[in-house]
Every structure is written in C-alpha cells, then in structure tokens.
C-alpha cells in the first residue's frame, strides 16, 4: 500500500532507484540515502495460465510476501452509480483496463490458489468481493469459492464481505472453509459513512455491531475484524471509541491510513499526517495488548498480513 500513482506521491520526498536482479534497493529522502530495503520479485505463478486460457495474475495476486488475494466478483450494485458507490472504491477500474475478469470461478481459485502455494510458498489467502445483492452480499459465492480452494489446497483464507441479512451464513462460511471474516465499517460515524459510502451507510453501524457480535462466536475471538481508513472525517475519539466496543466484541480493529486512488473521486483528498495516525495507533496498540488481540494470531487475512499499516508494531 505504498501509494505510487497519486498526486501526492508525485510530490514526495522519498525515492528509489530501480532494484538490482535480487530486488535490493535503497530509500532516498531528497537524494540522501536513508536505508537498504528490497522489492518482492514477481511470483513465480504469474507465468502460468489456467486450463481455459486466463494468466494467474487475471485470478489472483500476491499481496505482501505470502497473501494471496483476488476479488471474486470485480464488479458491484453500488459501484455503476456514484450517487450510491464508496467515493473511494476502484473496483471497476481494473476491469475496464482488462486487468482482470469480472467473475472468478471456484475452479480457477483453486488452480491457482494451489499452485501460488507450491510454487511462490504463500501462506494465506484473501477472498473479498464487490456487493452483488442486498441479501447474502456476497456470502454464497465466498462459499462456493472457498469450499473449492480448500478442496485443492490447505491454505488459510480470509473472506471478505458486507454483513448478511441472515446470521446464518457465518456458520455457513465456516463450515465452507473460511477461517477469518471480514467485515469492513471504513468509516465509524454516519455523517462519515452518509458522505463517503452512501450506499454502504444503509446498512447501518447497529448491524455490523450486531454482525460483529453474531460472528465472532463462529469463528472465534480475534478471527472476525474490520477495516477502519483514518484520514476520511472521522476524529480520533470517534474511531478510538469505536474501536473500544469492537474490541470488547473480540473483533481486531485494523486500523488503516487511507490511500487516495487516481480516477476516484477521492483521488485528490489529502492523506492523513504522522501525528494524526500516531493519535490512534498508540492507544489503540495499548488496548489491543490488553485485550490479548494480536495480528500474528490472526489466521489469514488482512490483519495478518499487517501490510496496509504498521498497527501490528503498536502492539508490543
């Protein structure tokens, strides 16, 4: 989640050069050399290409060093109208510039699932999925594709969706061989939600608290989380205080800064400062350790993999 291709990026301090054959590089801050770091290679299951003729990398794609990570439906109810999508959501622009393909099938999450572990040793998978209902949201098709990745290959995954109306797909989930769940607030106030998400916003805070509650029974304390932008208009006591009752439920709060993406109409919103994010990660790293809440202990999925933030460091 390093932002590349933003405005702000442009205008960054911080640079570096091209990596050598074994991915080394250095960081730059205005030309002075700050520290060595390195640059994953590509994965070796990009090269392959599924039964019916589709790169790997169509499917899924590696997400840090060893997450793998696909969208199954590339495309959402919400999405078509900004009137109604998440003003900060680019689901649909990598279909369109052919990148992907709008609906991944069990059985090609399976092939490649299989062979990203065999051959790149990735250890976790993310399963996340644009809306495609107001009634499972997204829960079936997590079924189908999970019960078929499970069927090829032991791998742990995270699926990823909007609260159910039934609580019973939770159990359902489960028994399909989705080992942590997520379901993602983004944003904790409804002044917040109504502006950024205004679709989203209606399913409201009270049933992903009550979803949260459902949830976290299933698949266990600290295997339920949601994803939280910092930087949207939320203040630092609403996103604490809310963090607080997830928390207290046994869902991780994974708290992220947020990323403006190009072609949204976010791009141009300005990412959150040091101090702010510091304001929330420090106490909230405090009351993770306190609650017995660790990302490491994590099955799979975006907390794990603590890419996206560095709350995994406020821990200890």
Same mark, same amino acid.
């Given at each position: 989640?390093?932002?590349?291709?933003?405005?702000?990026?442009?205008?960054?301090?911080?640079?570096?050069?091209?990596?050598?054959?074994?991915? $080394?590089?250095?960081? /730059?801050? *205005? !030309? @002075? &050399?700050?520290?060595?770091?390195?640059?994953?290679? +590509?994965?070796?299951?990009?090269?392959?290409?599924?039964?019916?003729?589709?790169?790997?990398?169509?499917?899924?794609?590696?997400?840090?060093?060893?997450?793998?990570?696909?969208?199954?439906?590339?495309?959402?109810?919400?999405?078509?109208?900004?009137?109604?999508?998440?003003?900060?959501?680019?689901?649909?622009?990598?279909?369109?510039?052919?990148?992907?393909?709008?609906?991944?099938?069990?059985?090609?999450?399976?092939?490649?699932? $299989?062979?990203?572990? /065999?051959? *790149? !040793? @990735? &250890?976790?998978?993310?399963?996340?999925?644009?809306? +495609?209902?107001?009634?499972?949201?997204?829960?079936?098709?997590?079924?189908?594709?999970?019960?078929?990745?499970?069927?090829?290959?032991?791998?742990?995954?995270?699926?990823?969706?909007?609260?159910?109306?039934?609580?019973?797909?939770?159990?359902?989930?489960?028994?399909?061989?989705?080992?942590?769940?997520?379901?993602?607030?983004?944003?904790?106030?409804?002044?917040?939600?109504?502006?950024?998400?205004?679709?989203?916003?209606?399913?409201?805070?009270?049933?992903?608290?009550?979803?949260?509650?459902?949830?976290?029974?299933?698949?266990?304390?600290?295997?339920?989380?949601?994803?939280?932008?910092?930087?949207?208009?939320?203040?630092?006591?609403?996103?604490?205080?809310?963090?607080?009752?997830?928390?207290?439920?046994?869902?991780?709060?994974?708290?992220?800064?947020?990323?403006?993406?190009?072609?949204?109409?976010?791009?141009?919103?300005?990412?959150?400062?040091?101090?702010?994010?510091?304001?929330?990660?420090?106490?909230?790293?405090?009351?993770?350790?306190?609650?017995?809440?660790?990302?490491?202990?994590?099955?799979?999925?975006?907390?794990?993999?603590?890419?996206?933030?560095?709350?995994?460091?406020?821990?200890?």
């Amino acid at each position: 989640m390093v932002p590349v291709y933003t405005g702000h990026a442009a205008r960054s301090p911080f640079a570096s050069p091209p990596p050598d054959a074994q991915g $080394r590089s250095v960081l /730059l801050r *205005d !030309g @002075v &050399r700050l520290a060595p770091i390195s640059f994953p290679r +590509p994965p070796r299951f990009y090269a392959h290409e599924t039964f019916d003729g589709l790169p790997y990398w169509k499917i899924a794609q590696l997400h840090g060093r060893d997450v793998l990570a696909t969208t199954i439906l590339q495309t959402c109810i919400r999405f078509a109208d900004r009137a109604t999508s998440c003003q900060f959501c680019a689901i649909g622009q990598s279909l369109q510039a052919g990148r992907t393909i709008a609906h991944k099938t069990p059985e090609q999450l399976a092939e490649v699932a $299989r062979m990203a572990v /065999l051959l *790149d !040793g @990735v &250890r976790h998978m993310v399963m996340t999925t644009g809306t +495609p209902n107001v009634t499972d949201r997204g829960a079936a098709v997590l079924c189908d594709s999970a019960f078929a990745v499970k069927a090829a290959i032991d791998l742990p995954i995270q699926g990823q969706c909007e609260p159910p109306r039934d609580d019973a797909w939770f159990a359902r989930m489960r028994a399909a061989g989705i080992d942590t769940l997520g379901m993602h607030l983004e944003a904790v106030t409804p002044e917040v939600r109504a502006r950024i998400m205004p679709g989203k916003a209606t399913v409201s805070i009270q049933r992903y608290l009550h979803a949260f509650a459902a949830a976290v029974p299933v698949f266990g304390r600290g295997q339920v989380s949601t994803y939280i932008l910092a930087g949207l208009g939320d203040t630092v006591p609403a996103i604490l205080d809310m963090c607080s009752r997830l928390v207290a439920l046994g869902v991780y709060p994974f708290v992220v800064p947020f990323v403006p993406i190009g072609g949204t109409p976010l791009e141009g919103h300005p990412a959150p400062t040091p101090d702010f994010m510091r304001a929330i990660l420090l106490p909230l790293g405090r009351m993770l350790k306190e609650a017995k809440l660790r990302s490491e202990d994590s099955k799979a999925g975006c907390g794990k993999c603590g890419a996206c933030s560095p709350l995994a460091s406020y821990e200890t």
